[in-house]
């Protein structure tokens, strides 16, 4: 069986380019897909399942949540790659958490009796490692003057990097040109041996993916213990309420209080001047992404989809949504926040802040209306 590990720091888009992948090649492959989330909640798993080239009912797709497959997940990481192994899988793709450290991961994938590892694909964001990362420089600094005892996000962003051998430098289009140069140019001062390219919307050469020549490591030579995500203070809170989010608090607290500790947020969730959709939100550093997703059941139930439907339909949607909240049925939100611990604390303190009020409730069922600065028009890509 060959094996192909996503790794890169969280929101470098990993989940994006996976999704594409099996959509354009999905077909003519055997696919299995392992993707872990550092979180509880479910998000990419649910996300990779929508293509529904690979799932968890024909034995095709694992989902491993809450805790890095570099740690606590890692014993049963080893046995979901056997278990692809003896069911046929051909190739089997692994997209690790944000925080797992890759050195981990490739030692239980190679412990695997029958598999190949072809490649070690480290995505990262061209925005953030231009902006949050000097373009680079601050990383071969770290790598050149390492500090042991203080270990933080940057040093395995590095790690990812050096174990790889192929490196994509993802969002490629919002850089401008002329940094991409510079970006590649410090790129391949970290990981000299890697592949480089520049890819959008995770539209990456399938060549590199399915046709690399087996693995023979990056650059990293030290394995010393991981520890997981713990070892660089990097862990999550998953905030769940059934209340529609106030769309301007939502904006401004994004816009205008989001910390530095903060580094990815993720999950599903409703505004109150949009009770029909199901919205998918991504945030990664400083670049934060709404998406339409599906329609509300209760929604359609109502009429408010704009989907016709049969008697027997509506009896159908009444007994899915029995025991749903009584006021907002199968609506509501579930957001993974990942960062420092006391970064989280304050976030998401002021997070749960953003859900309506008594009144602002009542007022969205008087059919009220609520400022929303988010754009509404969808672009299909």
């Given at each position: 069986?060959?094996?192909?590990?996503?790794?890169?720091?969280l929101?470098?888009?990993?989940?994006?380019?996976?999704?594409?992948?099996?959509r354009?090649?999905?077909?003519?492959?055997?696919?299995?897909?392992?993707?872990?989330?550092?979180?509880?909640?479910?998000?990419?798993?649910?996300?990779?399942g929508?293509?529904?080239?690979?799932?968890v009912?024909?034995?095709?797709?694992?989902?491993l949540?809450?805790?890095?497959?570099?740690?606590?997940?890692?014993?049963?990481?080893?046995?979901?790659?056997?278990r692809?192994?003896q069911?046929?899988i051909?190739?089997?793709?692994?997209?690790?958490?944000?925080?797992?450290?890759?050195?981990?991961?490739?030692?239980?994938?190679?412990?695997?009796a029958?598999?190949?590892?072809r490649?070690?694909?480290a995505?990262?964001?061209?925005?953030?490692?231009?902006?949050?990362?000097?373009?680079?420089?601050?990383?071969?600094?770290?790598?050149?003057?390492?500090?042991?005892?203080?270990?933080?996000?940057?040093?395995?962003?590095?790690?990812?990097?050096?174990?790889?051998?192929?490196?994509?430098?993802?969002?490629?289009?919002?850089?401008?040109?002329?940094?991409?140069?510079?970006?590649?140019?410090?790129?391949?001062?970290i990981?000299?041996?890697?592949?480089?390219?520049?890819?959008?919307?995770?539209?990456l050469?399938?060549?590199?993916?399915?046709?690399?020549?087996?693995?023979r490591?990056?650059?990293?030579?030290?394995?010393?213990?991981?520890?997981?995500?713990?070892?660089?203070?990097?862990?999550?809170?998953?905030?769940?309420?059934?209340?529609?989010?106030?769309?301007?608090r939502?904006?401004?607290?994004?816009r205008?209080?989001?910390?530095?500790?903060?580094?990815?947020?993720?999950?599903?969730?409703?505004?109150?001047?949009?009770?029909?959709?199901?919205?998918?939100?991504?945030?990664?550093?400083?670049?934060?992404?709404l998406?339409?997703?599906?329609?509300?059941?209760?929604?359609?139930?109502?009429?408010?989809?704009?989907?016709?439907?049969?008697?027997?339909?509506k009896?159908?949607?009444?007994?899915?949504?029995?025991?749903?909240?009584?006021?907002?049925?199968?609506?509501?939100?579930?957001?993974?926040?990942?960062?420092?611990?006391m970064d989280r604390?304050?976030?998401?303190?002021?997070?749960?802040?953003?859900f309506?009020?008594d009144?602002?409730v009542?007022?969205?069922?008087?059919?009220?209306?609520f400022?929303?600065?988010?754009?509404?028009?969808i672009?299909?890509?």
């Amino acid at each position: 069986m060959d094996v192909t590990f996503f790794t890169g720091f969280l929101g470098s888009g990993k989940t994006t380019t996976l999704k594409r992948l099996l959509r354009e090649h999905g077909d003519g492959m055997s696919f299995g897909v392992i993707v872990n989330d550092l979180s509880e909640l479910e998000v990419d798993g649910e996300l990779i399942g929508m293509e529904e080239r690979v799932s968890v009912k024909n034995g095709t797709l694992a989902v491993l949540n809450n805790g890095s497959i570099s740690g606590e997940k890692l014993g049963s990481f080893a046995g979901e790659v056997a278990r692809m192994k003896q069911g046929g899988i051909r190739h089997l793709l692994v997209e690790a958490s944000g925080a797992s450290h890759p050195a981990a991961v490739i030692d239980a994938i190679q412990s695997v009796a029958g598999t190949t590892l072809r490649a070690v694909i480290a995505m990262v964001d061209a925005r953030a490692l231009l902006h949050d990362h000097g373009g680079g420089l601050d990383l071969v600094e770290r790598l050149t003057s390492p500090a042991e005892d203080d270990p933080c996000a940057a040093d395995l962003l590095a790690s990812q990097l050096q174990s790889a051998s192929v490196i994509a430098l993802t969002k490629a289009d919002l850089v401008p040109e002329s940094e991409l140069e510079r970006l590649l140019r410090s790129l391949h001062a970290i990981n000299p041996t890697a592949t480089l390219t520049a890819c959008v919307y995770g539209k990456l050469d399938a060549r590199l993916i399915l046709e690399s020549a087996p693995y023979r490591g990056g650059v990293v030579e030290q394995r010393p213990d991981q520890g997981g995500a713990q070892r660089y203070d990097i862990g999550t809170t998953v905030v769940r309420n059934s209340r529609p989010l106030h769309p301007q608090r939502f904006h401004t607290l994004y816009r205008d209080r989001l910390g530095l500790g903060i580094f990815r947020s993720k999950g599903f969730i409703w505004f109150a001047s949009r009770p029909a959709d199901v919205l998918l939100w991504n945030q990664a550093g400083g670049a934060m992404g709404l998406e339409w997703l599906a329609t509300w059941r209760i929604a359609i139930l109502q009429g408010e989809g704009g989907v016709p439907l049969l008697q027997e339909e509506k009896e159908h949607l009444r007994k899915v949504l029995r025991d749903s909240d009584p006021l907002f049925g199968d609506r509501g939100n579930e957001l993974t926040v990942i960062g420092h611990a006391m970064d989280r604390a304050v976030f998401c303190r002021e997070l749960e802040e953003c859900f309506c009020t008594d009144e602002e409730v009542e007022h969205w069922r008087q059919g009220g209306s609520f400022p929303d600065p988010w754009p509404t028009r969808i672009r299909e890509t």
